[in-house]
């Protein structure tokens, strides 16, 4: 199907209006210059989620270095945890639902100043089926992956509303 010249024109058009009034795609963060070089820690150096934050810096042009320095900013994550608690039972007795939280801590340390400690969890329900375990455990591990995304997305935002006193 071939596109008519009007039809073009409207998309060359509309296109340059939203790139003039600043419009971005999600998930690209404006850092403060402070923030574009720094140090990643974490009590599991080798966790999903601080691959995942790593992975967002790196595509938001953050430089990620590789040992720390007194002068750059370090992220450190505290805690990556999650737990759940039961929301429903089966006439049998078996767990129907659960609700999954998922809580992380990190803290923010510039050079010279206090560390700024941030804190929030995220929830999620999960419905059971002990008929289903092994697409029900795929079903969960999908839904933690996605908590795990939104958490390190949210690490971001933070960071990006974070205003550095030098």
């Known amino acids: 199907?071939?596109?008519?010249?009007?039809?073009?024109?409207?998309?060359?058009?509309?296109?340059?209006?939203?790139?003039?009034?600043?419009?971005?795609?999600?998930?690209?963060?404006?850092?403060?210059?402070?923030?574009?070089?720094?140090?990643?820690?974490?009590?599991?150096?080798?966790?999903?989620?601080?691959?995942?934050?790593?992975?967002?810096?790196?595509?938001?042009?953050?430089?990620?270095?590789?040992?720390?320095?007194?002068e750059l900013p370090e992220l450190r994550i505290l805690k990556d945890e999650l737990n759940r608690r039961t929301l429903s039972l089966f006439p049998n007795g078996q767990v129907a639902e659960y609700e999954i939280i998922y809580t992380v801590n990190y803290q923010l340390q510039m050079a010279n100043q206090e560390p700024q400690r941030f804190s929030f969890e995220l929830?999620?329900?999960?419905?059971?089926?002990?008929?289903?375990?092994?697409?029900?455990?795929?079903?969960?591990?999908?839904?933690?992956?996605?908590?795990?995304?939104l958490a390190a997305d949210r690490i971001l935002r933070e960071m990006a509303s974070i205003q550095v006193n030098s």
């Open 1 to 70: 199907m071939k596109l008519s010249s009007r039809k073009i024109s409207l998309i060359v058009v509309l296109s340059i209006l939203l790139s003039a009034c600043g419009f971005r795609l999600r998930g690209d963060f404006l850092l403060a210059p402070e923030l574009q070089t720094l140090y990643v820690s974490s009590v599991d150096k080798h966790g999903e989620l601080t691959r995942l934050v790593k992975q967002h810096l790196t595509l938001n042009q953050v430089n990620i270095v590789k040992t720390p320095r007194a």
């Open 123 to 149: 929830y999620s329900d999960y419905q059971d089926d002990p008929d289903r375990t092994l697409a029900k455990s795929r079903e969960l591990a999908l839904l933690l992956k996605e908590m795990r995304q």
